[in-house]
């Protein structure tokens, strides 16, 4: 098992940027793909981005690709996930996930461990 806590959160203006941290419990963290998704009031969950377990490869979502880039760590258990020239589109709860190998990275019902999630609120 594993046990994931999001921070970095926060509220920002537009075109501001937001670093999101995603701190993994357990030795087993690089046995993990990641990923982020991100959640508004009143819509379902989306897939923001995600990566390999290696780090070695990622995918991004088209409303956010050439803004975000999502890395890990694996010797800090962490995943990470810089947002740049943030829009108010990208308001929501960001959360990550975790999965030994999705079937597809890019769907949330393939991951089975989640964080509680952070609030990214880009408004001026």
């Known amino acids: 098992q594993v046990q994931l806590v999001e921070s970095g959160g926060g509220s920002v203006q537009p075109g501001g940027s937001l670093r999101l941290s995603c701190a993994a419990s357990?030795?087993?963290?690089?046995?993990?793909?990641m990923g982020w998704f991100r959640q508004a009031p009143g819509k379902e969950r989306e897939f923001v981005a995600a990566?390999?377990?290696?780090?070695?490869?990622?995918d991004y979502a088209d409303s956010v690709k050439g803004r975000f880039t999502i890395s890990r760590d694996n010797a800090k258990n962490t995943v990470y996930l810089q947002m740049n020239s943030l829009k108010p589109e990208d308001t929501a709860v960001y959360y990550c996930?975790?999965?030994?190998?999705?079937?597809?990275?890019?769907?949330?019902?393939?991951?089975?461990?989640w964080g509680q999630g952070t609030q990214v609120t880009v408004s001026s």
């Open positions: 357990g030795r087993t963290f690089s046995s993990y793909a």
């Open positions: 990566i390999s377990r290696s780090g070695g490869s990622t």
């Open positions: 996930a975790a999965e030994h190998d999705p079937f597809d990275s890019s769907r949330y019902q393939f991951y089975h461990y």
